[in-house]
T-cell receptor, first 111, second 116 residues
Framework: QKEVEQNSGPLSVPEGAIASLNCTYS??????FFWYRQYSGKSPELIMS????GDKEDGRFTAQLNKASQYVSLLIRDSQPSDSATYLC???????????FGPGTRLSVLP | EAGVAQSPRYKIIEKRQSVAFWCNPI?????LYWYQQILGQGPKLLIQ????????DSQLPKDRFSAERLKGVDSTLKIQPAKLEDSAVYLC??????????????FGEGSRLTVL
């Protein structure tokens, strides 16, 4: 069974700082990698996806993927209190099969 | 566009009773997922359907959980008999065929189960 691990939280950063979230995965054949955000009492929502090695930027968010190290990360620049949530790393095999989530890292951005 | 609909939102039952959850995915979405999310943990995949066929049910406790997706549209997840450790939020998600590969899952609001 594929495993996805994330850095244990909670992670607290001051407003305006960079938040760094990390994820490792066990299945080398994993194809696609995702970051979901989940506010307390709400359902997860997709914020970033990345498929090839390197960096992908979308606004204040940057996802980084290193398939050789089986590692994916999410950087949030200029963190805002509204970014306070649990961030879930998810990994996917071919054709949408075996879509597995990590345990999540809770982020608190302090005003 | 209507989102993923789930019901009931909340359910409280005694252990050994049965419960059923219903999910109606976004219209046209071929893939439907049921996840169990225990408080403080990430979602755990229970079963994945593509149209009305099962793609993955390797983590479904088949002695007590069952799921079906008749006609490839809405789906029902049943637990019988329930145990205390089944207390969780049951999330239904759907995706298009392409979206399943790209990770774009759309989640319903979830059904929160409390087993006493």
């Amino acid at each position: 069974q594929k495993e996805v691990e994330q850095n244990s939280g909670p992670l607290s950063v001051p407003e305006g700082a960079i938040a760094s979230l990390n994820c490792t995965y066990s299945d080398r054949v994993s194809q696609s990698f995702f970051w979901y955000r989940q506010y307390s009492g709400k359902s997860p929502e997709l914020i970033m996806s990345i498929y090839s090695n390197g960096d992908k930027e979308d606004g204040r968010f940057t996802a980084q993927l290193n398939k050789a190290s089986q590692y994916v990360s999410l950087l949030i620049r200029d963190s805002q209190p509204s970014d306070s949530a649990t961030y879930l790393c998810a990994v996917n095999g071919n054709y949408g099969q075996n879509f597995v989530f990590g345990p999540g890292t809770r982020l608190s951005v302090l005003p | 566009e209507a989102g993923v609909a789930q019901s009931p939102r909340y359910k409280i039952i005694e252990k050994r009773q049965s419960v059923a959850f219903w999910c109606n995915p976004i219209s046209g979405h071929a893939t439907l997922y049921w996840y169990q999310q225990i408080l403080g943990q990430g979602p755990k995949l229970l079963i994945q359907f593509q149209n009305n066929g099962v793609v993955d049910d390797s983590q479904l406790p088949k002695d007590r959980f069952s799921a079906e997706r008749l006609k490839g549209v809405d789906s029902t997840l049943k637990i019988q008999p329930a145990k205390l450790e089944d207390s969780a939020v049951y999330l239904c998600a759907s995706s298009s065929l392409a979206g399943g590969a790209t990770g774009e899952l759309f989640f319903g609001e979830g059904s929160r189960l409390t087993v006493l």
